[in-house]
């Protein structure tokens, strides 16, 4: 079915988006695999591209296009071509909205032009050993001394933690009467460690790690928009970052049935095509329906999101339903391919591990359903 | 010996031995109706002693002729010291399959040479075993197999390629089915040979899985020398061996759990912890588990209803670790999480993804339950020549 959502200048930067993950990113993608890591110099080419931070005004080295089409035309991008690292996700749909929105004049020339130039990764760290679905258990604690904060806590499965130069730390303000405030941490800063990377299941070629604060010294001047309103940011910003999820959700399960289906047309067993059988062929039947059905829900809600009208139960629904479908698919074409489904070296094989952590993160689907259920007034 | 009371001495034999032999921890947990966990929570517990010392005392081949290395039980006797094994929940190690299995090839087909000289030393596991059937070209669509056993003047000579082989990297024997008919031949022109896996011209190379480790293999085989001696079952003739074998596979995999973590375990770990929808998915895995469990210890899924329990079994345990990997929430997305625990889960559930493909695919049983079991239309088939049985 034809896509609506998009005019002919999104389809443009689809266009070099794709030239420019094909040349950049595709040849490194096993490396990256290999090493944990995506290189900082391919995260500098993709902000030189103008593909990081565009968002941000023009004086900070942004194009000043607030239109999350983009963002999702990048995301679907990097699933379409098989590439690896959460990098765009993390910068253009999950720490724009930190970085230009909370941020005061000050803040945005100290940290846009590095982050714009890629020169400064950005992380956000939420979660805690004790406290990931609940918000509300976060420890960290921040108390004042002078113009600093003195930052106490342990953070974990932080995205890019190794690699953040600047992490937005959610914090326990003592001044805010315990309320949550936000505080950017930067590389260097005096007690602030970090942990080993975390091996995963999947998302290899991403850094997770855990990050320690020991009477880390964190200026006051670093503090994102106003003291104890950090968990109203927060809800603010998440719908955003799980429109991302649902978005990289559905795009992974149409390039994982692609590749499914040209191996169902090309091995053959008892003389025909693995596809050809019945029961193949209704399996990728239901997966092609589905996938339709779930792309029309996702456009819609990137629809809704430009037009500024998403709500957080939306963005709920859709990040539930969008990644258990990718699951669900990635399942079936694993199967699909028997034996060669479970080698490591065949790509469905890391599609199915990369899949699985899309229902946990950015808020598993348990709490999704409490979202909506609880807005369901039950 | 056989009837009720000597079924009742044959558990009595085994569970006494498994309770002085286990640590006492491990026996208080299964008297309270609680799962042991692993072997590695046991640290004075000297595994591969103990299980040197079971298969000295071939409980798991019980049923297996005296002569041959068993213990001449019964059928019945036989199951009744699995039960109590499965019921201690003991460390089987999973080259145990690839035993049983080759193990009811030979008994099945074998020559009483043969037998002598092979049995007894599978039976105490001192030889490993691989199963050598799968090809790049040839999985679930096993007749259409290419591997070529040709004669020659001393017997036979192999040379082909075989894929995802368990265990073959340090299995001292293989049984292998190569095709001796016309290439079109498909199940009328296979024969079944155990091959020396140390013989020239044998090259094993390990296969990345999923998992990340390498316990499958590429096999291959360039003019490999196969005595006659060696031949499973006559000319031709390896089908057979083949569908008993299979057969026989999918009554183990029906059996146990291949990878991840038991449901008596899991509900320990969220025992005082789990929430009403987690409760109810505990619940709804325990009384699947238990019915499999049953269902296994009464000794059901055999013949062609092998691949019924085997289909379930597959679809419980992927059900099982999903949930298992669900209930650790974000911990599960790092393997090397704080807690060993935590690690061992997420491997589980990794390994359970080959439960609905290894042996032969949930779509494959569900053909040979559709067709062979229950009679139903066969499906269409396009090309003439492509029919015949499936894995
Ligand atoms: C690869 C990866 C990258 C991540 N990146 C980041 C990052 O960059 N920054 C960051 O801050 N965080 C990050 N996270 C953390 C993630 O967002 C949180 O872990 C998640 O939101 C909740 O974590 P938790 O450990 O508290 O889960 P728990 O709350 O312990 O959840 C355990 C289980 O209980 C269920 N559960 C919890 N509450 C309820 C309820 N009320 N009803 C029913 N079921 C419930 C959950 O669904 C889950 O199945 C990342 C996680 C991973 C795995
Ligand atoms: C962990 C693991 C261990 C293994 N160990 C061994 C071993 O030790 N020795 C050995 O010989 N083999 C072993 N195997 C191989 C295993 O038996 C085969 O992978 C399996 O039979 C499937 O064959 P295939 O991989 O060629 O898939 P294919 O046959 O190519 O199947 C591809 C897809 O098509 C489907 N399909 C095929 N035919 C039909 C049909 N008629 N109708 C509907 N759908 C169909 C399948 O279900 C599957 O989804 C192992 C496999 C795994 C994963």
Redesign the interface.
Known sequence: MRRTIFTEEHELFRESVRTFIEREAVPHTDRWERDGLVDRSFWEKAAAAGFVGFEAPTAYGGLGVRDFRFNAVIDEEMMYASAVGDGFGMANDIMVPYLLDLTDDDQKSRWLPGFTSGSLIAAVAMSEPQAGSDLRAIAATASRDGDCYIVNGTKTFITSGLQADLVVTVVRDTEAGGQLSLLAVERGTPGFERGRKLDKVGHRAQDTSELFYSDARVPCANRLGEAGKGLGYLKQNLPQERLSMAVTAVAAAEKALQITMEYCRQRKVFGQPVGSHQANRFTIAEMLAEIARERCHVDRCIQAHVDSELTAVEAAAVKLTASELQFQVVDRCLQLHGGYGYMDEYLISRLWRDARVQRIYGGTSEIMKEIIGRDAGF | MNGSGSVARSHLEVEEWLRASLPDAWVACVDAGRSPGSASRYPDFDEAAWLAEMFDRRYLMASWPAVYGGLGWSPEMARAAFEALSRYEVPLPLYVTSLLLAGHGLLQHGTAEQRHRFLPKMATASEIWCQLF?EP?A???LA?LRTRAERDTAGWVVTGQK??STWAHFARWGLLLARTGTAESRHRGITCFVVDMESPGIEVRP????T?DASFNEVFMDQVPVDDSMRLGGVDEGWNVARSVLQAERGELGQRRVGGADIHRLIDRHRGKAGP?ARQRLAARYAQERILGWMAWRGYGRGLEAQAVKLLRAEANMALQSLA??LE??R???????EAETAEI?YGF?RS??N???GG???IM??VIGEQLLGLPR?P???A???GP?R
């Open positions: 799968s070209e999985g679930s669509d259409s894929v995802w296969l990345r899985q999923l990340g929808e990997v669900s929430g974000p599960a997305g790092a393997r090397d999480g704080a997420v990794l993804r080959a609905s493909i290894a695919t949930s779509e569900r053909n499906e088939r396009p090309a020549g492509a029919g499936e």
